[in-house]
C-alpha cells in the first residue's frame, strides 16, 4: 500500500515540475514576443538591468536594428564573459562576438577555458571602454 501511494506521490511531483517547466518557457517566449513592441528607453532600460540577462540579446538586437546606442550593456557582457560560471562565460562572449565584433579582433579568448591573461585583458578593455 505504501509503495502504491510512493509511487503516486513521485508521479505527481515529475508531472507538476513538467508543467512547471511548460509554464517558464511559455513565460519566456511572451517576454521575448514583446520585445519589439517596446519603446526605446524601455530596451535600454532592459539592457541597463543587471540581473535580466535572458533578455539581453534579443533587446541589443532590437536597438541594433533601431540603429539606437546599446554600448551600455558592455561592461555588463565583458563581465559575463569573464565570470566563473561556464554558461554566463558561453552566453557573454557570445554575445561580444555578434554585437561587438571589433573587441573579438582586438583579443584572443576562449570561453570554454579563458587563460588569465585573456580574462585580465578582456577586463582591461571593460575598462576601456568606460573611460571613453
Known sequence: MADILLKEVIGFIAFMTVLFGFYLRWRSLKRIKEIPKKSTDELKSIISENGNTFLYGVAIRELKCRNEDYGA?????????????????ILGWLWIREYFPKIEQKIEFNYKNPSDESISKLRNLKY?????
Open 73 to 89: 550593456v558592455l561592461p555588463h557582457l565583458i563581465d559575463l564573459a569573464t565570470s566563473p560560471k561556464k554558461a554566463a562565460r
Open 128 to 132: 576601456d571602454e568606460l573611460n571613453e
